[in-house]
Antibody
């Protein structure tokens, strides 16, 4: 059974860089996307971005200037860096394995395996 | 602001049927996926594509789509279905992804 495990620093000061890594176990990342999602306290889910096995990325336009998602295929891992964090970046950050395909002529995308989440707090 | 709009909250009696909707222009061209999130837990995929359930998801969960609206239906709702539900699909540009605003389902 495929699992993802995530790790990284949970307490940051304003202007620092958030860095999280997600490892895929029990299966390959090949053919899938590695995605990042966050959820501020008491709020809904926000898609941050994803990367495919070849290293092609897709970022949320509102965060694009500050985020970098990378992949290490040799380790079956992908990572998120978010620069110049502020209190507004305080959230639970999730990684997830994503997959896209077509059915009846329509494209669909889903995230089927999720990490447990990392609570990131930004405070001076 | 999200480009996929959901009702903030719905309530349903135990054993009854509830439909959760997700509205957005992009849904005319792309299917939505649906996620269940219980308090303090990571989201869980419940429906994807036209109407596909991952292994382990009960068949009381089903999905459908018409025009600019995607729907998740829970038939014979159980107490354990009480949770927040989010849709996810492409944004209106078709280039990125976005989550719906979320619907809290309360089982009475």
């Amino acid at each position: 059974q495929v699992q993802v495990q995530q790790w990284g620093a949970g307490l940051l000061k304003p202007s620092e860089t958030l860095s999280l890594t997600c490892g895929v176990y029990g299966g390959s990342l090949s053919g899938y996307y590695g995605g990042w999602i966050r959820q501020p306290p008491g709020k809904g889910l926000e898609w941050i971005g994803h990367i495919n096995y070849s290293g092609s990325t897709n970022y949320n336009p509102s965060l694009k200037s500050r985020i970098t998602i990378s992949v290490d295929t040799s380790k079956n891992q992908f990572s998120l860096k978010l620069s110049s964090v502020t209190a507004a970046d305080t959230a639970v950050y999730y990684c997830a394995r994503g997959h896209g395909d077509y059915e009846s002529g329509y494209y669909y995308y889903y995230m089927d395996v999720w990490g447990k989440g990392t609570t990131v707090s930004v405070s001076s | 602001s999200s480009e996929l709009t959901q009702d903030p909250a719905v309530s349903v009696a135990l054993g009854q049927t509830v439909r959760i909707t997700c509205q957005g222009d992009s849904l005319r061209n792309y299917y939505a996926s649906w996620y269940q999130q219980k308090s303090g837990q990571a989201p869980v995929l419940v429906i994807y594509g036209k109407n596909n359930r991952p292994s382990g998801i009960p068949d009381r969960f089903s999905g459908s789509s018409s025009g600019d609206t995607a729907s998740l239906t829970i038939t014979g709702t159980q107490a354990e279905d009480e949770a927040d539900y989010y849709c996810n699909s492409r944004d209106s540009s078709g280039n990125h992804f976005v989550f719906g605003t979320g619907t809290r389902v309360t089982v009475l």
